[in-house]
């Protein structure tokens, strides 16, 4: 198979696929992004441990079906693709995420005597996400080929993966009431891959003698050599900040505010190019080996050079209403922002129910991140010194093959 785009599919599916090494994924929920949104009730002198947990994937047009073939093997059959391309837009994303976070509070001694107010905690976090948003003909072409643009050009720019994966080391001030706390991190990179095609026009020519590409783009990456559990990769500084607002009712938190410098063996690539190739050929992308797909690859993108870079921290700033334990039935809602993530803005809203005085359930509906509408449950237990909790952001999503996305997420507190 000569000319008609085998190399362009090779090129695109080894990015946008096989670039998506990472298992499983962060909820929109309370458990995923700052510990410091779950409250305690008393202000007394004594020891506090939280441990939290969060994973999700989504996707604004693929199925639950079209998404497990694809992160966990199997055949992506004709049938799913069209399922797929049905539901695809201009601009589509996806995106899976895996968090967990330990936090120790020491209500008992203060870290700056001049506020004595407020106590010291630590903490620790690890933070794994793989993000894309891509176009139609972008999708289209990585599962049909692009022998349908015969003499047409096909809008592959405007789409953006970013893959990373990080650590962080945290020291910080709670106020004794849980009313604020700021927290300092060392955060020690692992990964960071990211591919922004601002401008990528195709032109395939009749009978597939040429193909012509219009690019704008730029490509960071990490050691792809050394990417293990807190391999320092990379190194930078994070800040976490919340409050309780208007009488407690409400809590604003930012979570991850920084950036890394990448300086071990990176990669990097900022160019506005013009590509005209003919004579590539590969048969069949699923019989070819990785080396050479590695080295096919490396005739189309552009050239890439060693020097260090920045990336900014996926930010992530929340609002959300508070539970009152005096209220037997409540609403709750909140918006919920991930910078740098191909992140849609989130909104949820819903309604919850004490049942008795140790357990609660809530429902919720909710709109965008990486997926489109879905509904949430969670339930929360507690008994004298202990709370726990789990829940999903997107239960039709873990029953539904027809769903667009999966989620968990769950915590326990201990105070001693």
């Not at 497990?68 to 837009?89: H, P, S, V, Y």
């Not at 950036?259 to 160019?271: E, G, K, P, Q, V």
């Amino acid at each position: 198979m000569k000319g008609f785009g085998s190399i362009v599919i090779c090129i695109l599916s080894m990015i946008f696929i096989f670039g998506i090494e990472t298992g499983y994924a962060q909820s929109d929920s309370t458990a995923g992004d700052s510990t410091n949104v779950l409250l305690i009730d008393s202000n007394k002198d004594n020891y506090q441990v939280l441990a939290a947990f969060s994973a999700n994937y989504g996707s604004t047009n693929l199925s639950n079906e079209f998404m497990e073939k694809l992160l966990f093997g199997g055949q992506i059959t004709e049938r799913l693709k069209e399922l797929a391309i049905d539901k695809t837009n201009n601009r589509n994303r996806f995106g899976l995420e895996v968090n967990y976070e330990g936090q120790f509070v020491d209500m008992t001694d203060t870290l700056v005597k001049k506020l004595p107010d407020y106590h010291y905690y630590i903490g620790f976090g690890s933070y794994n996400n793989v993000s894309a948003s891509y176009t139609r003909d972008l999708f289209s072409t990585i599962f049909y080929g692009n022998k349908q643009f015969e003499d047409q050009t096909a809008k592959l720019g405007r789409s953006n993966l970013t893959s990373y994966k990080f650590e962080k080391l945290t020291i910080g001030l709670m106020k004794k009431d849980w009313s604020q706390s700021i927290g300092l991190s060392l955060i020690i990179g692992d990964r960071f891959n990211s591919y922004n095609f601002r401008q990528a026009d195709l032109y395939t020519a009749p009978q597939g003698t040429e193909l012509n590409m219009q690019y704008n783009g730029k490509i960071r990456l990490s050691d792809n050599n050394s990417r293990n559990f807190m391999s320092f990769n990379g190194a930078g500084v994070g800040l976490d900040y919340s409050r309780l607002l208007f009488k407690r009712r409400f809590t604003f938190s930012v979570t991850n505010f920084g950036l890394i410098f990448w300086a071990r063996n990176t990669r990097f690539s900022n160019t506005e190019i013009n590509y005209d190739f003919d004579g590539v050929e590969i048969d069949n992308i699923f019989q070819t080996s990785n080396e050479e797909i590695l080295n096919q690859a490396e005739s189309i993108l552009p050239e890439l050079s060693d020097r260090n870079f920045v990336s900014m921290l996926p930010t992530i700033i929340r609002f959300d209403k508070n539970f009152d334990k005096s209220i037997q039935f409540q609403s709750i809602y909140g918006v919920r922002y991930k910078f740098f993530s191909n992140y849609l803005p989130s909104i949820y809203g819903g309604g919850s129910f004490q049942i008795n005085k140790s357990l609660r359930v809530q429902g919720s509906l909710a709109w965008g991140g990486y997926a489109g509408l879905r509904a949430g449950v969670g339930a929360y237990y507690s008994y004298k010194k202990f709370r726990a909790g789990i829940e999903s952001n997107n239960i039709t999503g873990t029953f539904l093959k027809s769903g667009n996305g999966n989620s968990l997420g769950a915590y326990a507190f201990y105070t001693f």
